[in-house]
């Protein structure tokens, strides 16, 4: 009886926990992303780079820069969490 109402609490703190996390109204999150879509309004205006310089770290931790493409056609990832936050991202 004892593991029953384990559970049963359990699943209800698990449910509970899951609706808070999908909640979609008002709270911080909505305003940044009002602030970030008036900073890309204002670069969209200017004229795109053909390519774009990025400082990383290589194997031996020393910094170099890559030279990419702006808007690159394929993107090559390394595990499946990259692709989730691209496929989230709308790359």
Avoid: H, W
């Avoid at 390519?51 to 931790?61: F, K, L």
């Avoid at 090559?76 to 692709?83: F, G, H, P, S």
């Amino acid at each position: 009886m004892k593991k029953r109402i384990l559970t049963l609490m359990l699943s209800a703190a698990m449910v509970f926990s899951l609706a808070a996390c999908g909640s979609t109204s008002g709270g911080p999150s909505s305003d940044s992303g009002q602030a970030a879509d008036s900073g890309s309004a204002e670069d969209s205006s200017d004229e795109k780079p053909e390519t774009i310089t990025i400082q990383s770290r290589n194997a031996e931790g020393e910094l170099t820069e890559v030279e990419v493409p702006y808007d690159p056609e394929r993107v090559a990832i390394l595990d499946m969490a990259c692709l989730d936050i691209l496929d989230n991202l709308g790359v």
